[in-house]
């Protein structure tokens, strides 16, 4: 028998059974097994959209405060000239900005409140070539860090916790105290609250203070820039961009990709969309292997029409044939429309949420516990099409046994009962 007359058939079972309670019994069986098939795939493409949106969106927000690459003066000392080095840097095509900066971490106080942070000193015309934020607050708060003036720029987030507003005094207490006769004194230094910052990440705007490069340096007792932040044309290149970096520098520096700064925040959020992924495909699997009793039940129900086939010349191979299409064509439909599902609503998640918010009369993420308020979705092909590939796969592979077993069937013991 020839491949297309198999095609008809099993695409014929496939549509059969509407009639019939026995018949229309497995046909409803059917098409469970196609709907579970559906909701696992639109399942799975909606959560990982969901997870890419809010990687996405976190990762911008974390990028629009810090640089795609840092190249560090080894234990904190300073470069010996930031220039040669961002010109050096420079070379590699995918680095468009340069700016040097002094960071360390010290204690901000005001009264008998106290917080850590990062202090960062910073050139303010040279930032804005480096991170959004510089950029976005170049011509207004950041225009206000001159050196000598002693201004200090604070997180929101870190201005509240302290209390402070433009204008107010705190005070910085810097590592490393003073030896005096007395004994060891800590270096503290009033300084003037020129503005604040709101990044829309949590770590900072509770963390972070900025301050000019010029007074930095004087504070904290370097004779230069620590290190050089670069703006690549692509985030995404930033490891490679890195490695190569560092093999053109040579040793003598050390070059940090943001993917290693905030190692611990990438390599979560990769393992959470893993483990995810094994999940919810767990849940494609029953749905796929749901085919294995829909395709028992019909070999069962069509042994007459197996042994007919078989004493007209088809052989196992085409019986089998017959039942695997049958089981693909339910794994193809039900794939399909999962696929559909899922896209439409991953790409109407910002419509669909504050619709079931209003139904319900709840909020899903509010606005004073997470920083975002929205649930953002990004689907992507390298998710959507392995998804697709596995489900089509897992029905496959439920279709093997009916289907061997439907080629077992003997006409003589098939037709005894007839």
Do not use: C
Not at 110 to 135: F, N, Q
Not at 275 to 288: D, E, S
Not at 354 to 363: C, Q, T, W
């Amino acid at each position: 028998m020839n491949w297309p007359y198999e095609l008809q058939i099993g695409w014929r079972y496939t549509r059969a059974g509407r009639t019939g309670r026995r018949n229309g019994f497995i046909s409803f069986i059917s098409a469970v097994s196609m709907l579970g098939i559906a909701l696992g795939v639109a399942a799975l493409i909606i959560v990982l959209s969901v997870m890419n949106g809010f990687q996405k969106e976190v990762r911008d927000r974390m990028l629009s405060v810090i640089a795609h690459v840092e190249v560090l003066e080894p234990g904190g000392a300073a470069l010996p000239d930031w220039g040669a080095t961002a010109a050096k840097a420079r070379q590699n095509p995918q680095v468009i900005g340069a700016a040097p900066f002094i960071a360390t971490q010290a204690l901000i106080a005001r009264g008998e409140d106290m917080r850590g942070a990062v202090v960062r000193g910073i050139s303010p015309v040279d930032e804005a070539t480096v991170t959004d934020l510089a950029a976005k607050l170049r011509g207004t708060v950041l225009a206000q860090l001159l050196p000598g003036r002693w201004g200090i720029v604070l997180g929101g987030e870190l201005a509240r916790q302290l209390g402070v507003r433009e204008g107010d005094k705190v005070t910085l207490i810097a590592p490393g105290g003073q030896v005096t006769p007395a004994g060891v004194l800590p270096r503290l230094k009033q300084l003037t609250v020129v503005g604040t910052f709101e990044a829309g990440h949590y770590e900072y705007d509770s963390g972070l203070a900025l301050m000019h490069l010029d007074d930095a340096a004087k504070l904290f007792r370097v004779a230069g820039p620590t290190g050089v932040q670069l703006r690549l044309k692509d985030v995404q290149a930033a490891r490679e961009v890195g490695a190569e970096l560092a093999q053109n520098m040579g040793p003598s520096v050390l070059v940090r990709d943001w993917t290693r700064t905030n190692r611990n925040w990438f390599d979560a959020v990769q393992i959470e969309k893993r483990l995810m992924f094994i999940i919810l495909t767990l849940i494609v699997a029953v749905a796929a292997f749901n085919l294995v009793s829909t395709l028992v039940m019909t070999v069962t129900d069509k042994q007459a029409d197996i042994a007919i086939l078989r004493t007209l010349g088809a052989s196992p191979r085409s019986v089998m044939g017959i039942f695997m299409v049958q089981g693909a064509a339910s794994g193809v439909i039900g794939t399909l429309a999962g696929v559909l599902l899922g896209l439409v609503i991953a790409f109407n998640v910002d419509v669909i949420v504050p619709v079931i918010e209003r139904a319900l009369n709840v909020s899903f993420l509010p606005g004073s516990i997470y920083v975002i308020s929205r649930m953002p979705s990004d689907p992507r092909s390298g998710d959507i099409v392995p998804i697709a590939l596995i489900s089509l796969l897992l029905a496959f592979v439920a279709t093997l046994y009916p289907s061997w077993r439907a080629s077992r069937v003997q006409p003589a013991q098939a037709l005894r009962y007839e």
